[in-house]
C-alpha cells in the first residue's frame, strides 16, 4: 500500500510539473509574441520616421536649390539695375553733351548813328577761347545799318560723336568768315578768319588738325557730297549768318552749340 501511495503522490508532482511547465512556456510564448510585437512596431516607427526625415531633408535640399537659385536671380537682376542705372547715366550725359554751347565771340556795340548815307554800327568784335577770355585783337568793325549780320560757315558731326565726346569730333565748329550789316553787300563785308586756315577759335586749344584742315579746305565741296561728308562723320556742312537788331551799348555773345548752330544772346 504504501508503495502504491508513493507511485501516486509521484504521479501528481510529474502531473503538476508538466502543467506548471505547459503553463511557462505558453506564458513565454506569449510574452515574446507581445515583445515581438512591440518590437515590429518599434521597427515600423522608426523606418517612418526616417522615412519623414528623409522626405524633410529633401525638402530642405529643393528648398536650398531654390533659395540658390532666387539669390542667382537676384544677383543677375542686381547687375541689370546696375547695367540701366550706367546706361542712363551714359545717356543722361550724351544727352548733356548733345546740349552743350560755348561761347566763341562776343561783340559790344560801341555807337550807331544815323547819317545822309544811312545808320552806321560801330561794333567791337572780340573771339573767345575755351575758357572764355579773349584770344586774338579784338577788332572795331563799321557796318551799314542797325543789323549786325555774322557770316559764318559751320560743321556739325554725326551725335554719336558728339554723345561720346569725341576729342576732335565732339562738338559743332565754326570759322567767322565776315561781318556785315543789312545795307551791307554780304562780300563787301569784314573778313575775319581766313579761309582754309585754323580758325582763331580753335587754333589756341592744339596743334591745327589735319582732320579740320582738311574740312575747312573742302568745305563746299564736302557741303555738295553727302557721301564724302558722311564718312568723314559729318552730319551738316553749310554756311549760317545769324543777326540781331544791334542796340548801343549792348554786349552780345555768339554760341554754338555742340550739336547744332549758332545763336547770338544779349549778354548785357
Known amino acids: ?66 533659395i540658390a537659385k532666387k539669390d542667382a536671380e537676384i544677383g543677375d537682376l542686381r547687375e541689370t539695375v546696375k547695367a540701366k542705372d550706367e546706361e542712363i547715366q551714359t545717356l543722361g550725359v550724351a544727352l548733356d553733351l548733345l546740349k552743350v554751347s560755348r561761347r566763341i565771340a562776343r561783340f559790344r556795340v560801341l555807337s550807331q548813328e544815323d547819317t545822309p548815307e544811312g545808320t552806321l554800327t560801330r561794333i567791337e568784335f572780340t573771339e573767345l577761347g575755351p575758357d572764355g577770355d579773349p584770344i586774338g585783337n579784338t577788332r572795331t568793325i563799321t557796318v551799314h545799318g542797325s543789323k549786325v549780320y555774322l557770316e559764318t560757315w559751320v560743321v556739325k558731326f554725326d551725335d554719336a560723336f558728339v554723345e561720346e565726346g569725341d576729342p576732335l569730333r565732339g562738338t559743332s565748329i565754326c570759322l567767322f568768315r565776315r561781318v556785315f550789316g543789312e545795307d551791307d553787300k554780304p562780300t563787301d563785308g569784314t573778313e575775319l578768319d581766313p579761309v582754309g586756315e585754323q580758325p582763331l577759335v580753335y587754333a589756341g586749344e592744339r596743334a591745327p588738325d589735319p582732320l579740320h584742315q582738311d574740312i575747312w579746305r573742302r568745305f563746299w565741296d564736302l557741303a555738295n557730297d553727302p557721301d564724302a561728308a558722311s564718312a568723314m562723320g559729318l552730319r551738316a556742312v553749310h554756311g549760317e549768318a545769324p543777326f540781331i537788331d544791334a542796340r548801343p551799348g549792348k554786349t552780345y555773345r555768339v554760341e554754338l552749340r555742340a550739336s547744332d548752330g549758332l545763336t547770338i544772346r544779349v549778354e548785357s
Open 1 to 66: 500500500m504504501f508503495h502504491n501511495l508513493h507511485a501516486l503522490l509521484r504521479t501528481l508532482l510529474l502531473l503538476a510539473f508538466v502543467s506548471i511547465a505547459g503553463w511557462w512556456t505558453l506564458w513565454t510564448r506569449e510574452k515574446l509574441s507581445d515583445r515581438s510585437a512591440e518590437l515590429a512596431q518599434a521597427r515600423d516607427e522608426a523606418a517612418q520616421l526616417a522615412a519623414t526625415v528623409e522626405r524633410k531633408d529633401e525638402r530642405i535640399a529643393e528648398l536650398g536649390t531654390a
